[in-house]
Protein backbone atom coordinates (compact mmCIF):
# COMPACT_ATOMS: atom_id res chain seq x y z
CA UNK A 1 0.00 0.00 0.00
CA UNK A 2 1.57 3.63 -0.73
CA UNK A 3 0.12 5.75 2.21
CA UNK A 4 0.16 9.69 1.09
CA UNK A 5 -0.47 12.16 3.94
CA UNK A 6 1.00 14.15 6.74
CA UNK A 7 3.20 11.76 8.42
CA UNK A 8 4.95 12.00 11.90
CA UNK A 9 7.34 9.76 11.71
CA UNK A 10 9.16 9.92 15.43
CA UNK A 11 12.29 9.04 13.46
CA UNK A 12 14.67 11.45 14.32
CA UNK A 13 16.93 11.67 11.54
CA UNK A 14 13.32 12.50 9.19
CA UNK A 15 10.69 13.68 11.46
CA UNK A 16 8.18 14.02 8.77
CA UNK A 17 7.04 12.53 5.41
CA UNK A 18 4.04 12.93 3.12
CA UNK A 19 4.15 9.20 2.39
CA UNK A 20 5.13 5.67 2.89
CA UNK A 21 5.24 2.57 1.68
CA UNK A 22 4.46 -0.90 2.97
CA UNK A 23 4.65 -4.29 1.87
CA UNK A 24 3.95 -7.42 4.03
CA UNK A 25 2.81 -5.78 7.02
CA UNK A 26 6.19 -3.98 7.05
CA UNK A 27 7.57 -0.50 5.83
CA UNK A 28 9.52 -0.16 3.11
CA UNK A 29 10.02 3.31 1.88
CA UNK A 30 9.25 6.84 3.67
CA UNK A 31 9.61 10.04 2.26
CA UNK A 32 8.25 11.44 -0.84
CA UNK A 33 4.71 10.39 -2.51
CA UNK A 34 7.51 9.57 -5.95
CA UNK A 35 10.41 8.03 -3.30
CA UNK A 36 7.53 5.87 -1.63
CA UNK A 37 6.12 4.86 -5.13
CA UNK A 38 9.06 3.65 -6.23
CA UNK A 39 10.17 0.81 -3.77
CA UNK A 40 6.29 -0.46 -4.97
CA UNK A 41 5.07 -2.79 -7.79
CA UNK A 42 3.24 0.40 -10.33
CA UNK A 43 -0.44 -0.14 -9.67
CA UNK A 44 -0.28 -0.48 -5.65
CA UNK A 45 -3.11 0.77 -4.40
CA UNK A 46 -3.08 4.31 -3.14
CA UNK A 47 -4.50 5.53 0.27
CA UNK A 48 -5.04 8.74 1.42
CA UNK A 49 -4.26 9.06 4.97
CA UNK A 50 -6.54 11.28 7.03
CA UNK A 51 -5.58 14.03 9.43
CA UNK A 52 -1.81 13.27 10.61
CA UNK A 53 -0.51 10.27 10.66
CA UNK A 54 1.67 8.87 13.70
CA UNK A 55 3.39 5.83 14.49
CA UNK A 56 0.61 3.21 16.28
CA UNK A 57 0.18 4.32 20.19
CA UNK A 58 1.78 1.30 22.56
CA UNK A 59 0.33 1.25 25.63
CA UNK A 60 3.47 -0.64 28.00
CA UNK A 61 0.94 -1.34 31.01
CA UNK A 62 -2.36 -2.69 29.48
CA UNK A 63 -4.17 -5.78 31.49
CA UNK A 64 -5.97 -6.01 28.02
CA UNK A 65 -7.31 -9.55 28.74
CA UNK A 66 -8.98 -8.37 32.28
CA UNK A 67 -10.16 -5.44 30.50
CA UNK A 68 -12.14 -7.37 28.00
CA UNK A 69 -13.48 -9.40 30.72
CA UNK A 70 -14.68 -6.79 32.53
CA UNK A 71 -16.49 -5.01 29.33
CA UNK A 72 -17.71 -8.39 28.60
CA UNK A 73 -19.20 -8.64 32.03
CA UNK A 74 -21.16 -4.61 31.90
CA UNK A 75 -22.13 -4.59 28.26
CA UNK A 76 -21.95 -8.20 26.90
CA UNK A 77 -20.28 -9.42 23.15
CA UNK A 78 -22.42 -6.85 21.21
CA UNK A 79 -20.19 -3.72 19.76
CA UNK A 80 -20.70 -0.61 21.67
CA UNK A 81 -19.47 2.93 20.60
CA UNK A 82 -15.92 3.33 22.08
CA UNK A 83 -17.34 6.38 24.14
CA UNK A 84 -19.53 4.52 26.17
CA UNK A 85 -16.87 1.78 26.63
CA UNK A 86 -14.69 4.33 28.09
CA UNK A 87 -17.46 5.67 30.44
CA UNK A 88 -18.57 1.83 31.47
CA UNK A 89 -15.16 0.99 32.07
CA UNK A 90 -14.58 4.46 33.86
CA UNK A 91 -17.07 4.04 36.70
CA UNK A 92 -16.75 0.27 37.16
CA UNK A 93 -16.08 -1.17 40.24
CA UNK A 94 -13.10 -3.16 39.74
CA UNK A 95 -13.55 -5.68 42.68
CA UNK A 96 -16.55 -7.51 42.37
CA UNK A 97 -15.43 -11.23 41.47
CA UNK A 98 -15.84 -13.03 38.24
CA UNK A 99 -19.46 -14.47 38.73
CA UNK A 100 -18.96 -18.54 39.08
CA UNK A 101 -15.55 -18.17 40.30
CA UNK A 102 -13.28 -17.97 36.96
CA UNK A 103 -13.81 -17.08 33.64
CA UNK A 104 -13.97 -19.99 31.01
CA UNK A 105 -11.47 -20.25 27.92
CA UNK A 106 -14.53 -19.59 25.69
CA UNK A 107 -15.59 -16.26 28.11
CA UNK A 108 -11.83 -15.23 27.30
CA UNK A 109 -11.56 -15.10 23.76
CA UNK A 110 -15.12 -13.37 23.90
CA UNK A 111 -13.35 -10.91 26.38
CA UNK A 112 -10.39 -10.35 23.41
CA UNK A 113 -12.95 -9.68 20.66
CA UNK A 114 -14.64 -7.45 22.65
CA UNK A 115 -11.58 -5.23 23.85
CA UNK A 116 -9.53 -5.32 20.69
CA UNK A 117 -11.95 -3.14 18.41
CA UNK A 118 -12.30 -0.66 21.32
CA UNK A 119 -8.79 -0.32 21.62
CA UNK A 120 -7.99 0.36 17.74
CA UNK A 121 -10.39 2.98 18.39
CA UNK A 122 -8.31 4.56 20.64
CA UNK A 123 -5.43 4.33 18.13
CA UNK A 124 -4.16 1.52 20.20
CA UNK A 125 -1.79 -0.99 18.10
CA UNK A 126 -0.35 -2.57 20.86
CA UNK A 127 0.25 -3.32 24.30
CA UNK A 128 1.88 -5.00 27.51
CA UNK A 129 -0.35 -6.71 29.08
CA UNK A 130 1.78 -7.29 32.69
CA UNK A 131 1.39 -10.38 34.77
CA UNK A 132 -0.40 -13.47 33.00
CA UNK A 133 -0.97 -16.88 34.62
CA UNK A 134 -0.55 -19.51 32.49
CA UNK A 135 -4.76 -19.71 31.66
CA UNK A 136 -4.61 -16.35 30.30
CA UNK A 137 -1.70 -16.44 28.39
CA UNK A 138 -3.07 -20.20 26.78
CA UNK A 139 -6.56 -17.74 25.98
CA UNK A 140 -4.10 -16.03 23.89
CA UNK A 141 -2.35 -18.29 22.07
CA UNK A 142 -5.61 -19.77 21.14
CA UNK A 143 -7.01 -16.28 20.05
CA UNK A 144 -3.95 -15.97 17.89
CA UNK A 145 -4.34 -19.54 16.43
CA UNK A 146 -8.14 -19.02 15.64
CA UNK A 147 -6.73 -15.56 13.55
CA UNK A 148 -8.72 -13.25 16.63
CA UNK A 149 -5.39 -11.75 17.57
CA UNK A 150 -5.61 -7.79 15.54
CA UNK A 151 -3.15 -5.94 18.95
CA UNK A 152 0.35 -7.07 19.01
CA UNK A 153 0.47 -8.17 22.42
CA UNK A 154 3.37 -9.08 24.47
CA UNK A 155 2.83 -10.69 27.66
CA UNK A 156 4.49 -10.52 30.58
CA UNK A 157 4.16 -14.26 32.64
CA UNK A 158 3.73 -13.92 36.30
CA UNK A 159 5.14 -16.67 38.40
CA UNK A 160 4.38 -18.04 41.40
CA UNK A 161 6.42 -17.09 44.22
CA UNK A 162 4.02 -18.58 47.37
CA UNK A 163 6.89 -21.64 47.23
CA UNK A 164 9.59 -19.20 47.00
CA UNK A 165 11.80 -18.40 44.19
CA UNK A 166 13.85 -21.78 43.88
CA UNK A 167 10.77 -23.44 43.29
CA UNK A 168 9.70 -20.92 40.56
CA UNK A 169 12.59 -21.17 38.77
CA UNK A 170 12.42 -24.62 38.74
CA UNK A 171 9.30 -24.34 36.71
CA UNK A 172 10.32 -21.78 34.30
CA UNK A 173 13.64 -23.95 33.79
CA UNK A 174 10.96 -27.15 33.12
CA UNK A 175 9.05 -25.10 31.08
CA UNK A 176 11.78 -23.89 28.93
CA UNK A 177 10.87 -20.97 26.99
CA UNK A 178 12.10 -17.38 27.79
CA UNK A 179 11.65 -13.51 26.98
CA UNK A 180 11.23 -13.50 22.77
CA UNK A 181 9.26 -16.29 22.54
CA UNK A 182 6.63 -15.62 19.60
CA UNK A 183 6.53 -13.60 16.58
CA UNK A 184 5.23 -10.02 15.94
CA UNK A 185 1.84 -10.27 17.42
CA UNK A 186 1.88 -12.19 20.45
CA UNK A 187 5.72 -12.48 22.14
CA UNK A 188 6.73 -13.56 25.72
CA UNK A 189 8.26 -10.46 27.23
CA UNK A 190 10.05 -10.16 30.55
CA UNK A 191 9.03 -12.21 33.69
CA UNK A 192 6.60 -10.15 36.47
CA UNK A 193 8.03 -9.39 39.71
CA UNK A 194 5.79 -7.05 42.35
CA UNK A 195 8.40 -5.90 44.86
CA UNK A 196 5.57 -3.75 47.04
CA UNK A 197 1.92 -2.78 47.55
CA UNK A 198 0.53 0.52 46.04
CA UNK A 199 0.20 4.72 46.62
CA UNK A 200 -3.09 4.57 47.61
CA UNK A 201 -3.61 1.72 50.09
CA UNK A 202 -0.66 3.16 51.76
CA UNK A 203 1.27 -0.40 50.99
CA UNK A 204 4.03 0.74 48.43
CA UNK A 205 7.33 0.71 50.30
CA UNK A 206 8.49 4.31 51.25
CA UNK A 207 12.14 5.47 52.99
CA UNK A 208 9.95 7.23 55.52
CA UNK A 209 6.90 5.64 57.86
CA UNK A 210 3.29 6.43 56.28
CA UNK A 211 2.13 9.15 57.95
CA UNK A 212 0.54 7.86 61.31
CA UNK A 213 2.17 4.20 60.85
CA UNK A 214 5.39 5.24 62.76
CA UNK A 215 4.68 2.80 65.34
CA UNK A 216 3.53 -0.50 63.28
CA UNK A 217 6.18 -3.19 61.97
CA UNK A 218 5.04 -2.41 58.28
CA UNK A 219 4.57 1.26 58.99
CA UNK A 220 7.12 2.09 55.68
CA UNK A 221 5.29 -0.56 53.13
CA UNK A 222 4.96 -4.08 52.44
CA UNK A 223 7.35 -5.57 50.87
CA UNK A 224 5.98 -8.75 48.53
CA UNK A 225 8.90 -10.71 48.09
CA UNK A 226 11.89 -11.19 50.42
CA UNK A 227 15.23 -9.54 49.60
CA UNK A 228 16.62 -13.29 48.92
CA UNK A 229 13.80 -14.59 46.73
CA UNK A 230 13.96 -11.01 44.37
CA UNK A 231 18.04 -11.44 44.38
CA UNK A 232 17.49 -15.07 43.22
CA UNK A 233 14.67 -14.41 41.06
CA UNK A 234 16.47 -11.69 39.12
CA UNK A 235 19.62 -13.06 38.97
CA UNK A 236 17.84 -16.10 37.38
CA UNK A 237 16.64 -13.47 34.54
CA UNK A 238 19.79 -12.21 33.66
CA UNK A 239 21.89 -15.69 33.47
CA UNK A 240 19.20 -17.03 31.50
CA UNK A 241 18.16 -13.55 29.39
CA UNK A 242 14.77 -13.07 30.41
CA UNK A 243 13.68 -9.78 30.80
CA UNK A 244 12.16 -8.46 33.65
CA UNK A 245 9.71 -5.90 34.99
CA UNK A 246 9.38 -5.16 38.61
CA UNK A 247 6.49 -3.74 40.04
CA UNK A 248 7.61 -1.18 42.50
CA UNK A 249 5.68 1.96 43.47
CA UNK A 250 7.88 3.56 46.28
CA UNK A 251 11.07 5.02 46.89
CA UNK A 252 12.67 2.39 49.79
CA UNK A 253 11.38 -0.16 46.80
CA UNK A 254 12.87 1.72 44.18
CA UNK A 255 15.92 1.93 46.45
CA UNK A 256 16.28 -2.17 46.61
CA UNK A 257 15.23 -3.18 43.74
CA UNK A 258 17.96 -0.86 42.13
CA UNK A 259 20.61 -2.12 44.88
CA UNK A 260 19.50 -5.71 43.96
CA UNK A 261 20.05 -4.85 39.69
CA UNK A 262 23.38 -2.73 40.56
CA UNK A 263 24.60 -6.33 42.37
CA UNK A 264 23.38 -8.49 39.68
CA UNK A 265 24.94 -6.10 37.03
CA UNK A 266 28.42 -6.27 38.45
CA UNK A 267 28.78 -10.03 37.58
CA UNK A 268 26.30 -10.11 34.27
CA UNK A 269 25.55 -6.90 32.57
CA UNK A 270 22.13 -6.10 32.29
CA UNK A 271 21.60 -3.60 30.00
CA UNK A 272 20.39 -4.99 27.15
CA UNK A 273 17.56 -7.28 28.64
CA UNK A 274 15.33 -4.37 29.14
CA UNK A 275 14.93 -4.88 32.49
CA UNK A 276 12.10 -2.44 33.39
CA UNK A 277 10.55 -0.85 37.26
CA UNK A 278 7.16 -0.73 36.73
CA UNK A 279 5.13 2.53 38.04
CA UNK A 280 8.22 3.73 40.23
CA UNK A 281 6.36 7.07 40.58
CA UNK A 282 6.51 7.52 44.14
CA UNK A 283 9.46 9.74 45.65
CA UNK A 284 12.18 7.98 43.57
CA UNK A 285 14.80 9.71 44.51
CA UNK A 286 18.10 11.60 42.49
CA UNK A 287 20.26 8.89 42.91
CA UNK A 288 17.62 6.26 41.43
CA UNK A 289 17.53 8.21 38.65
CA UNK A 290 21.23 7.92 37.81
CA UNK A 291 21.41 4.64 38.69
CA UNK A 292 18.42 3.60 36.66
CA UNK A 293 20.14 5.21 33.46
CA UNK A 294 23.37 3.82 34.40
CA UNK A 295 22.21 0.37 34.04
CA UNK A 296 20.12 0.54 30.93
CA UNK A 297 17.12 0.19 33.23
CA UNK A 298 13.54 1.02 31.60
CA UNK A 299 11.07 2.51 32.97
CA UNK A 300 7.21 2.17 32.51
CA UNK A 301 5.13 4.91 33.80
CA UNK A 302 1.24 5.34 33.66
CA UNK A 303 -0.03 9.03 33.66
CA UNK A 304 -3.70 7.97 34.24
CA UNK A 305 -2.26 6.55 37.76
CA UNK A 306 -1.23 10.35 38.67
CA UNK A 307 -4.55 11.78 37.17
CA UNK A 308 -6.39 9.17 39.28
CA UNK A 309 -4.28 9.31 42.47
CA UNK A 310 -2.91 12.81 42.73
CA UNK A 311 -5.33 14.68 45.06
CA UNK A 312 -5.44 11.40 47.72
CA UNK A 313 -1.40 11.37 47.72
CA UNK A 314 -1.23 14.66 49.13
CA UNK A 315 -3.75 14.25 51.68
CA UNK A 316 -1.67 11.35 53.07
CA UNK A 317 1.60 12.76 52.20
CA UNK A 318 1.62 16.47 52.16
CA UNK A 319 2.84 18.62 49.44
CA UNK A 320 6.29 17.59 48.38
CA UNK A 321 4.23 14.45 46.46
CA UNK A 322 3.13 16.64 44.07
CA UNK A 323 6.17 15.67 42.23
CA UNK A 324 5.27 12.19 41.51
CA UNK A 325 5.84 10.31 38.73
CA UNK A 326 8.24 12.73 37.42
CA UNK A 327 8.79 11.65 33.63
CA UNK A 328 10.53 14.63 32.87
CA UNK A 329 13.13 14.00 35.74
CA UNK A 330 13.53 10.14 34.15
CA UNK A 331 14.02 11.14 30.53
CA UNK A 332 16.43 14.09 31.97
CA UNK A 333 18.67 11.12 33.64
CA UNK A 334 18.59 9.58 30.22
CA UNK A 335 16.03 6.90 30.88
CA UNK A 336 14.22 5.26 28.60
CA UNK A 337 10.25 5.84 29.53
CA UNK A 338 7.62 4.18 28.54
CA UNK A 339 3.88 5.33 28.77
CA UNK A 340 0.88 3.76 29.37
CA UNK A 341 -2.10 3.36 31.50
CA UNK A 342 -2.39 0.16 33.71
CA UNK A 343 -6.23 -0.10 32.98
CA UNK A 344 -8.46 -1.04 33.53
CA UNK A 345 -7.40 0.23 37.30
CA UNK A 346 -7.30 3.63 35.27
CA UNK A 347 -8.72 5.40 32.82
CA UNK A 348 -7.09 4.21 29.39
CA UNK A 349 -7.23 6.42 26.91
CA UNK A 350 -4.03 7.00 25.82
CA UNK A 351 -5.62 10.69 25.06
CA UNK A 352 -5.94 11.52 28.62
CA UNK A 353 -2.50 9.83 28.89
CA UNK A 354 -0.78 12.09 26.90
CA UNK A 355 -2.86 15.19 27.87
CA UNK A 356 -1.69 14.80 31.89
CA UNK A 357 2.29 14.03 30.90
CA UNK A 358 1.99 17.50 29.39
CA UNK A 359 -0.07 19.62 31.68
CA UNK A 360 0.64 16.85 34.95
CA UNK A 361 -3.13 17.75 35.51
CA UNK A 362 -4.47 15.82 38.49
CA UNK A 363 -8.50 14.75 38.94
CA UNK A 364 -10.27 16.91 41.53
CA UNK A 365 -8.55 20.25 41.45
CA UNK A 366 -7.36 23.01 38.66
CA UNK A 367 -4.32 22.89 40.00
CA UNK A 368 -1.72 20.94 38.39
CA UNK A 369 0.79 18.88 39.92
CA UNK A 370 4.19 20.49 39.58
CA UNK A 371 3.41 21.71 35.98
CA UNK A 372 7.29 22.74 35.55
CA UNK A 373 7.60 18.48 34.77
CA UNK A 374 4.96 18.58 32.04
CA UNK A 375 6.53 17.33 29.08
CA UNK A 376 7.37 18.45 25.46
CA UNK A 377 5.08 17.84 22.35
CA UNK A 378 7.80 15.25 21.41
CA UNK A 379 8.88 13.82 24.75
CA UNK A 380 4.98 12.80 25.44
CA UNK A 381 3.91 11.19 21.93
CA UNK A 382 7.86 9.26 22.28
CA UNK A 383 5.96 7.88 25.47
CA UNK A 384 3.39 5.91 23.66
CA UNK A 385 5.51 5.55 20.69
CA UNK A 386 9.22 4.88 20.80
CA UNK A 387 9.24 4.65 24.57
CA UNK A 388 6.60 2.38 24.93
CA UNK A 389 8.31 -0.03 22.01
CA UNK A 390 11.11 -0.18 23.95
CA UNK A 391 8.99 -1.20 26.97
CA UNK A 392 7.51 -3.63 24.98
CA UNK A 393 11.25 -4.89 23.53
CA UNK A 394 10.41 -3.76 20.09
CA UNK A 395 12.25 -0.66 19.73
CA UNK A 396 13.98 -1.51 16.87
CA UNK A 397 10.46 -2.87 15.13
CA UNK A 398 7.70 -0.73 16.26
CA UNK A 399 7.20 2.75 17.87
CA UNK A 400 8.86 4.61 14.53
CA UNK A 401 7.51 5.16 10.78
CA UNK A 402 10.61 3.74 8.93
CA UNK A 403 11.99 1.23 6.75
CA UNK A 404 12.08 -1.92 8.54
CA UNK A 405 9.48 -1.23 11.12
CA UNK A 406 6.19 -2.47 11.23
CA UNK A 407 3.52 -0.63 9.37
CA UNK A 408 1.13 0.31 12.32
CA UNK A 409 -0.41 3.81 12.36
CA UNK A 410 -2.81 6.06 13.71
CA UNK A 411 -4.30 8.93 11.97
CA UNK A 412 -5.97 11.81 14.45
CA UNK A 413 -7.92 14.51 13.76
CA UNK A 414 -4.87 16.89 14.95
CA UNK A 415 -1.58 17.06 15.08
CA UNK A 416 -0.58 16.42 18.29
CA UNK A 417 2.90 17.94 18.37
CA UNK A 418 1.33 21.45 17.38
CA UNK A 419 -2.17 20.95 18.34
CA UNK A 420 -3.56 22.85 22.13
CA UNK A 421 -2.71 20.72 25.00
CA UNK A 422 -6.35 20.90 26.07
CA UNK A 423 -7.51 19.60 22.02
CA UNK A 424 -5.29 16.36 22.77
CA UNK A 425 -7.86 15.02 25.37
CA UNK A 426 -10.24 14.29 22.89
CA UNK A 427 -8.41 14.45 19.93
CA UNK A 428 -10.22 12.37 17.17
CA UNK A 429 -8.90 8.62 16.15
CA UNK A 430 -9.50 8.68 12.27
CA UNK A 431 -8.07 5.73 11.36
CA UNK A 432 -5.75 2.78 12.61
CA UNK A 433 -3.66 0.17 11.03
CA UNK A 434 -1.80 -2.64 12.20
CA UNK A 435 0.34 -4.87 9.93
CA UNK A 436 -0.67 -2.25 6.76
CA UNK A 437 -4.40 -3.37 7.61
CA UNK A 438 -6.68 -0.72 8.56
CA UNK A 439 -8.27 -2.36 11.35
CA UNK A 440 -10.13 1.39 12.91
CA UNK A 441 -12.07 3.57 10.34
CA UNK A 442 -14.00 6.62 12.68
CA UNK A 443 -17.44 7.06 10.73
CA UNK A 444 -17.54 10.71 10.87
ZN1 LIG B 1 -0.94 -3.20 36.46
Given at each position: ????G??????????????????????????????????????????H??????????????????????????????????????????????????P??E??????????????????????????????????????????????????????????????????I??????????????????L?????????????????????????????????????????????????????W????????????D??????????????????????????????????G????????V?????????????????????????????????A??????????????????????????????????????????????????????A????????????????????????????????????R???????????????????
Amino acid sequence: MLVVGDIITMDPAHPRADAMATSGGAIVAVGTPADAAAALPPGTVVHHAPGTVVPGLIDSHLHLQWAGLLLLRLLGEEPVAPDQALATLDAATLTEPWPDGEPTRAQRLAALRVIQPFVHALGITGVVDPALTPVELGAYVECQRRGELKTRVVAMPHPDLESGAEAAIAALEALGVGTGLGDDWLQLGGLKVYFDGVGMSGTALRREPWPGRERQADGHGWQRVSDSDFYAIAAYCARSRWSLGVHVVGGGGIDRVLETFAQINADIPIADLGFTLIHAYLEPSEANLGQTAALGVLVAAQPAIHWTNGVGLVQRLGNGVERANPIASWLDAGVTVGGGSDGPYFPLDPRLGLWQARTRQVAGTEVPHAPELGLDPTAALALYTTGAAAVSLAGSRRGQLQPGFLADWVALGVDPLSTSTEALRTMPVLETAIGGAIVYRSAA
